[in-house]
């Protein structure tokens, strides 16, 4: 099962939409108006999806455009500062297919003018950067599949209150 779409909010819809169309090459393939459940001022709200892939029926990613008075200016839209958390806690990461499409997606953010964190992460590739709502954004290419090993000490690893060895700090994660 794969995931239909993830829904965020935006604080400012033409910047949301200029970075998921031109910077990462997203398509917009529908926009739902709808009223404000509850809401004593008229407020509405527009729910805007884009297709992250060739078919434009899956992987889509959406935004949520928020005109209720009753919260105007009074949430924020980053995804993990907005919580506490540093940025690389809660991202968002998209396939790309090969290192050749991995490098094409950094340049056309390098012409955007963003600055660009690469990873490598062992079993893929990555590259970041931070969406206008203050969320960072990864493509990711895989380089190889994980090892009989890699998932028995995944199992293991789970639930395992204190891990025996713990990196000094995240490893390969964009500061």
Not at 2 to 28: C, K, N, Q
Not at 45 to 66: C, Q, R
Not at 82 to 99: I, K, S
Not at 105 to 113: C, D, F, P, Q, T
Request: a negative charge; glycine letters at 6%; aromatic letters at 10%.
């Amino acid at each position: 099962m794969s995931v239909h779409h993830i829904a965020l909010a935006t604080r400012d819809l033409a910047a949301t939409h200029r970075f998921y169309t031109e910077v990462m090459g997203f398509r917009l393939v529908k926009v739902i108006c709808a009223a404000w459940p509850g809401s004593e001022a008229g407020g509405w709200a527009k729910h805007v999806f884009y297709s992250t892939s060739d078919d434009p029926n899956t992987g889509l990613i959406a935004f949520w455009e928020v005109n209720e008075p009753s919260l105007e200016g009074n949430f924020r839209s980053d995804l993990s500062t907005g919580l506490g958390l540093p940025q690389w806690v809660n991202h968002l990461a998209f396939t790309v297919p090969t290192e050749e499409a991995l490098a094409a997606k950094r340049a056309r953010w390098v012409e955007h003018g963003l600055p660009v964190t690469d990873m490598d992460h062992d079993f893929c590739r990555s590259i970041y950067t931070t969406d206008p709502n203050g969320t960072m954004v990864e493509f990711c290419v895989t380089m190889r599949s994980f090892t009989a090993e890699e998932v028995q000490e995944a199992e293991r690893l789970v639930f395992e209150k204190a891990p025996a060895e713990i990196a000094p700090e995240p490893v390969g994660l964009p500061q």
